[in-house]
């Protein structure tokens, strides 16, 4: 009866690690969603700064839209396919491309059996509770940070709204990235402003859109949308080394966002996510 106990307090202990292990970790649990996307492609093309035929630009890399170049429009981007695990979730999403010495690390891949993670997680944790949140207007462009930054002040986000770190998220918000991470992988964190004016030019709307303060828009921005987070990680090894974006050091990290979600779902999800108050997960259906 003894080795019976025993062997059931065992199973009992196994069961309750084996099911600790499937629940969801502490970031999938906030209200709101996150969405997974892979990595599609490096091009020197931008297509909210710099479109058009002739609209090279410093390399960038793209996940999302599988279809995103500086000659896309609205319309053809609706009709791309996506890599995000929410077929929805037609939006492209892009940051400048990461270097170490000569070579590109691509935000992909895997280091030591753990895989890079690509993610846009859409919250509203930076505003107050009760704050009416829209959806991004169809066709909103915008770009969060400064790509022609000289020093880390000329990028005000710059360890608040954007940051450096490692994937297992063992650092603060770092101005810098870390010289080196136990997962071999860094990560690089863009958030976007989500205070609207609700001017839409179907351009650059990055003029139209301001952070919160302590939870509040400020007076000509009233209109509060999704806080928008982009993460990429990069496979670049125990140690992380001299590490450059095409766009210059790594103060002038920067992203870029283009809604061309499928604007119903967006909307639905705002509504059962957001106003809601709930954790939707990963990659919604």
């Not at 710099?50 to 279809?67: E, I, K, L, M």
Request: aromatic share 8%; charged share 15%; hydrophobic share 35%.
């Amino acid at each position: 009866m003894r080795r019976l106990a025993v062997a059931l307090s065992v199973a009992v202990l196994a069961l309750g690690a084996t099911l600790a292990g499937s629940v969801a970790p502490a970031e999938a649990a906030s209200p709101g969603w996150i969405v997974t996307c892979t990595y599609t492609r490096s091009l020197t093309q931008d297509p909210i700064v710099a479109p058009g035929p002739t609209g090279r630009s410093h390399s960038h890399d793209f996940v999302g839209n599988r279809t995103t170049g500086s000659t896309s429009s609205y319309a053809t981007m609706r009709r791309g396919a996506s890599s995000c695990g929410t077929k929805a979730d037609n939006a492209s999403y892009w940051m400048p491309s990461l270097f170490r010495g000569n070579s590109q690390v691509k935000p992909a891949g895997s280091y030591a059996g753990r895989s890079t993670r690509q993610r846009s997680y859409y919250r509203a944790d930076n505003l107050k509770p009760g704050t009416k949140i829209e959806p991004f207007p169809a066709d909103l462009r915008v770009v969060a940070g400064n790509a022609k930054a000289r020093n880390a002040a000329e990028n005000p986000a710059l360890g608040k709204e954007i940051y450096w770190g490692c994937s297992e998220n063992s650092t603060g918000k770092l101005t810098a990235p870390p010289a080196s991470c136990g997962t071999g992988i860094i990560s690089l964190h863009v958030g976007f402003p989500n205070c609207w004016n609700g001017k839409l030019t179907h351009k650059n709307d990055t003029a139209n859109l301001r952070y919160p303060s302590s939870g509040v828009c400020p007076t000509g921005f009233t209109r509060a949308l999704p806080r928008l987070i982009q993460r990429f990680e990069y496979p670049v090894g125990p140690k992380t080394g001299s590490v450059w974006l095409a766009s210059g050091a790594t103060f002038t990290a920067h992203a870029d966002f283009w809604n061309t979600w499928d604007q119903a779902a967006l909307t639905r999800l705002v509504k059962r996510c957001l106003t809601g108050n709930v954790s939707c997960g990963k990659d919604p259906a």
